[in-house]
């Protein structure tokens, strides 16, 4: 089966405490995005990559990393200096170009504790 | 980014007609999108419509677009109960091929 998979599904840290993001794609897409969703504020972009080994800011990249060593992957770390990492966080992918329908993963629930 | 608005809540009676409303700022955007978001789950591309265009029809769903005015609506004829969830307006800009979301319209159907 094609698609895109997000883990885990649930994830709990304690405050000031790294934790990693899991997302692969299966579809041979090469633009891969990060979303953060928060209630009554629709989905923000932090970061996007259109291609291996590149990788730019979203809207709200404070806090956060991310690495494209691998097509498939693109994993995405919330650092301790994020300020309010508690959220829903979504993984995407599309084909590049003007047509970009965009792909998510069932997302995963981050909750800092 | 791009502002995208959306009502946030809709409440609409089983087999009636649900209406969606979208308003949008980039007179670039090339591609205008509808998602829908079940709880729990991520998003799943329900239609979109290009620019150029001012109507789509796809089964049940009817896309409305005023170039005009940049107002995008989509139409869900006999709604039913599967088709409560929260549903998202998108729009695609030309300049750097990114999305910008509305906060998304959480529709309720109520029997």
């Known amino acids: 089966d094609g698609g895109i998979t997000q883990s885990p599904k649930y994830l709990f840290r304690k405050e000031g405490q790294n934790v990693t993001l899991s997302c692969e794609q299966n579809?041979?897409?090469?633009?891969m995005y990060w979303y953060r969703q928060d209630p009554g504020q629709g989905l923000r972009l932090i970061y996007y990559?259109?291609?291996?080994?590149?990788?730019q800011k979203g809207d709200i990249a404070e806090g956060y990393s991310v690495s494209r060593e691998k097509k498939e992957s693109f994993p995405l770390t919330v650092t301790s200096a994020q300020k309010n990492p508690t959220a829903f966080y979504l993984c995407?992918?599309?084909?590049?170009?003007?047509?970009?329908?965009?792909?998510f993963g069932p997302g995963t629930r981050l909750t800092v504790l | 980014g791009e502002d995208v608005e959306q009502s946030l809540f809709l409440s609409v009676r089983e087999g009636d007609s649900s209406v969606i409303n979208c308003t949008y700022t980039?007179?670039?955007?090339?591609?205008l999108y509808w998602y829908k978001q079940e709880p729990g789950a991520g998003l799943q591309l329900l239609t979109y419509?290009?620019?150029?265009?001012d109507m789509k029809q796809d089964q049940r769903l009817t896309v409305l677009l005023n170039k005009k005015d940049k107002h995008l609506s989509l139409r869900i004829a006999d709604t039913q109960t599967g088709d409560s969830a929260i549903y998202f307006c998108?729009?695609?800009?030309?300049?750097?091929?990114?999305?910008?979301f509305g906060a998304g319209t959480t529709v309720t159907v109520r029997a």
């Open positions: 995407a992918s599309s084909t590049r170009g003007p047509y970009n329908e965009q792909f």
């Open positions: 579809l041979n897409h090469d633009a």
């Open positions: 990559s259109q291609i291996v080994n590149d990788f």
């Open positions: 980039d007179s670039s955007s090339t591609y």
């Open positions: 419509i290009f620019s150029n265009m």
């Open positions: 998108a729009e695609l800009s030309s300049n750097d091929y990114k999305l910008s």
